[in-house]
């Protein structure tokens, strides 16, 4: 088994940043695959970012791309989400998930969740 535990969430202003932490434990030398996901009152979960592990390459939804950066600390078993010029539309739970296969966007492919965190970018 995994464990994820994610920290870093908070209330911001619009245009300010945060960075989430989502560190690894237990059976770390199984993952492959780290993400982000996100639900937002009233929505689906969505993919947000992902990275492969070993190789460290990244994707992410259109809706982050330039403002939001993926990445992990090997050593730690950690993966970070750097997230700048933060919008109200950001505002959501946002979940750390990992997996033993490759990195993907579909939500069902990832073993193992987090509890979440809230974010909040106010207006």
């Known amino acids: 088994q995994v464990q994820l535990v994610e920290s870093g969430g908070g209330l911001v202003q619009a245009g300010g940043s945060l960075r989430l932490s989502c560190a690894a434990s237990?059976?770390?030398?199984?993952?492959?695959?780290m993400g982000w996901f996100r639900q937002a009152p009233g929505k689906e979960r969505e993919f947000v970012a992902a990275?492969?592990?070993?190789?460290?390459?990244?994707y992410y939804v259109d809706s982050v791309k330039g403002r939001f950066t993926i990445s992990r600390d090997k050593a730690r078993y950690t993966v970070y989400l750097q997230m700048d010029n933060l919008k109200p539309e950001d505002t959501a739970v946002y979940y750390c998930?990992?997996?033993?296969?490759?990195?993907?966007?579909?939500?069902?492919?990832?073993?193992?969740w987090g509890q979440g965190t809230q974010v909040t970018v106010s207006s």
């Open positions: 998930a990992a997996d033993r296969g490759r990195a993907t966007m579909i939500e069902g492919r990832y073993a193992y």
């Open positions: 237990g059976r770390t030398y199984s993952i492959s695959a």
């Open positions: 990275l492969n592990w070993s190789g460290g390459s990244t």
